[in-house]
Each structure stands twice: as structure tokens, then as C-alpha cells.
């Protein structure tokens, strides 16, 4: 069975620019969460998403949105960048999201210039 | 400015030494557990878990030990090899609500000396 898959792997862009990124959870997986990486503040929770709804939210600002398809895949969106955008952005899965451990992708490098 | 990041801690074992990574988790409210690794260039993968109900829990060549009095959850790989190299994070959540988020802690990064 295919694990996580995120895309791209790396990513560059520069401030003002806004970005797309991609996970493709495992199959049968229906829930979708995604998590920012840095040095600074380690890995913090950004939403999850079951059956096309966002169903928790972390604290971040509305330039990060996200979105599910009917296929469980999912898509983030960071609009207006920020040098302090520059992170991995973990995507990960279970089948329900409620009580099971994640399953986590490789993760997309957004370096902004 | 420079930033002030976080400190990974940071712990270096011989190979073939048991290793112990501690952690100190937050919320009292939370009653499940769980250690993931993470090596370079990858992403966090799943260890070990454990819920409040239980003080223990054994894996292969790894042991969650759960101490809810002092908030305290600690990680013992046996006979620690090479491979075990990576950051270590311990992520707690609560089961009583269906769908929280699960709150990482800041994680340990672990050196196997050969």
C-alpha cells in the first residue's frame, strides 16, 4: 500500500507570492492534517479535514487555508508569503482521524526568499 | 534579527547501550500518547503508544514508560543501533475529543556512536 505522498518536495518562492501544496493520503485514509516544521517552534498543527470539511483549526493566520477533495486528497494554500513562511509542511493521515496514530509524508520544503 | 529557536536537546549513546528520551507533557487533560521518529528528509513516523490507562508499554526493543503524577512520558530503546539515529518527539492528545489536535513536544535528537 502507497504511503503519504506530498508534492512537491521542495518548493521556492519569494514574499508576496502564494503557494499550493499537495498530499495524497493512504488509501482508505479519510482524514487529512497538516503540520508546520520549523527550528523555532517545532512542529505545530495547522487543520485537519474529513469528508471535504475542516473539522480543527490551529493557530495560524487565514493566509493558511486548506481544502479536501472527494478523494481524501487535500490541498494547502499560503497566500501573501512571509520569510517566516520558510518551513516543512507535513501532511499525514488515518482512516478516521479520531484516536489512531498518523501516518505521515516526506513533507514539502517552502523556502521563501 | 536573530531568533531565538528552540534548543533540541540532544543525546548521545553508545552502540549497543540502552537509551532513554524523556518528555514532559503539558496538558492534563491528555489520556493518549504516542513517540514518533524522525529521520533526515523524512517525516515523523510512529513509534509506540500509550494511553492513561496504562503505566507501560512494550514494543520491539522499545518501552514507553507514562508517569501521570509529574506529567512525564519517557522512551527506552534496547541495545540502541546505528539506524536509531534521528529526532525523537512525543505527541499527547485527548481521546475524549473525537478529533483534537495532536500537540508534538519538542523533540530529542538521539546519536548512535558506532
Known amino acids: 500500500k502507497a504511503g503519504v505522498t506530498q508534492t512537491p518536495r521542495y518548493l521556492i518562492k519569494t514574499r508576496g507570492q502564494q503557494v499550493t501544496l499537495s498530499c495524497s493520503p493512504i488509501s482508505g485514509h479519510r482524514s487529512v492534517s497538516w503540520y508546520q516544521q520549523t527550528p523555532g517552534q517545532g512542529l505545530q498543527f495547522l487543520f485537519e479535514y474529513f469528508s471535504e470539511t475542516q473539522r480543527n483549526k490551529g493557530n495560524f493566520p487565514g493566509r493558511f487555508s486548506g481544502r479536501q477533495f472527494s478523494n481524501s486528497r487535500s490541498e494547502m494554500n499560503v497566500s501573501t508569503l512571509e520569510l517566516g513562511d520558510s518551513a516543512l509542511y507535513l501532511c499525514?493521515?488515518?482512516?478516521?482521524?479520531?484516536?489512531?496514530?498518523?501516518?505521515f509524508g516526506s513533507g514539502t520544503q517552502l523556502s521563501v526568499l | 534579527g536573530e531568533s531565538v529557536g528552540l534548543h533540541l536537546p540532544t543525546l548521545s549513546v553508545q552502540e549497543g547501550d540502552n537509551s532513554i528520551i524523556n518528555c514532559a507533557y503539558s496538558n492534563s487533560a491528555s489520556d493518549y500518547f504516542i513517540w514518533y521518529k524522525q529521520e533526515s528528509g523524512k517525516g515523523p513516523q510512529f513509534i509506540i503508544d500509550?494511553?492513561?490507562?496504562?503505566d507501560k508499554r512494550q514494543g520491539q526493543r522499545v518501552t514507553v514508560l507514562l508517569n501521570k503524577t509529574v506529567k512525564h512520558l519517557s522512551l527506552q530503546i534496547a541495545a540502541t543501533q546505528p539506524g536509531d539515529s534521528a529526532v525523537y518527539f512525543c505527541?499527547?492528545?485527548?481521546?475524549?475529543?473525537?478529533?483534537?489536535?495532536?500537540?508534538f513536544g519538542p523533540g530529542t535528537s538521539l546519536s548512535v556512536i558506532p
Open positions: 499525514a493521515s488515518s482512516q478516521t482521524g479520531m484516536n489512531e496514530k498518523l501516518f
Open positions: 505527541a499527547e492528545r485527548s481521546l475524549k475529543t473525537s478529533y483534537d489536535k495532536v500537540i
Open positions: 500509550i494511553r492513561s490507562n496504562m
